[in-house]
């Protein structure tokens, strides 16, 4: 082969490299902005078989990762919604500018409701104690009871949706469910713990077996985390 043929395959191959790696470029270009997408604090295979590592993956890493990126866009031209507390902004849905209101509602609540998600889950998650086994056993009967009525909210939220242990500055827990991806925080309220119920949560496992998924996603709850999160909603403290 010639020097110029081999200089020519040469540049081909470096072309065909760059092509390849573009769409990996300009995706992590869109999601470049304010709002971060923050790493799982356990590998992805931490919550099995309860929760297998490629749902997980996908979940996390394209999911909301697709929320940042949206986010991030509308950031580009409304900074103010980057400039609030997530709270903040999801409280006061009626301030946000009308051509993005939904958008927001949807990608900063998918935001929110995921951010929590990854936080109160993670392996070897212990029991619940002191004051929060204490709410527990005083407004929602108890761990079997609350496990019982929790899973049975979830089975009802028709297609997508959430359902969330609801706490208030007294510390007063409720059950309640949210369509899409709608948080408490858009009544005044806050999420001590909720569980995902789109399918893109544990299809990849369960099917359409709702049931079953919900029944097993107690033995990822990390009660040391959601203890931490009793703690600060009874402070005020808890963002997300």
Do not use: C
């Amino acid at each position: 082969m010639t020097s110029i043929s081999r200089r020519r395959l040469m540049f081909t191959a470096t072309g065909l490299v760059a092509a390849a790696a573009a769409p990996r470029m300009a995706f992590a270009q869109a999601a470049a902005g304010p709002f971060k997408l923050d790493p799982l604090a356990y590998p992805a295979n931490a919550l099995e078989p309860h929760i297998d590592a490629k749902t997980m993956e996908i979940h996390h890493g394209r999911h909301h990762q697709a929320f940042i990126t949206n986010l991030n866009n509308f950031a580009k031209d409304n900074p103010q919604i980057a400039g609030k507390p997530v709270s903040e902004v999801l409280g006061n849905l009626g301030a946000v500018p009308d051509a993005i209101r939904t958008g927001v509602r949807n990608n900063m609540g998918g935001h929110a409701n995921h951010t929590m998600f990854w936080q109160i889950m993670g392996p070897n998650g212990g029991k619940p104690e002191g004051a929060l086994l204490a709410a527990i056993d005083s407004d929602l009967g108890g761990m079997e009871k609350l496990q019982t009525d929790f899973n049975a909210a979830g089975g009802r939220v028709f297609g997508s949706g959430w359902v969330f242990v609801t706490v208030t500055k007294e510390g007063k827990l409720a059950i309640e469910t949210r369509p899409n991806q709608d948080n408490p925080m858009m009544d005044g309220k806050r999420a001590l713990l909720g569980n995902d119920v789109w399918e893109h949560a544990y299809y990849l496992n369960y099917q359409n077996r709702r049931a079953d998924y919900l029944k097993a996603w107690w033995n990822t709850v990390n009660w040391k985390v959601v203890g931490d999160r009793y703690a600060a909603a009874k402070a005020g403290t808890l963002d997300v």
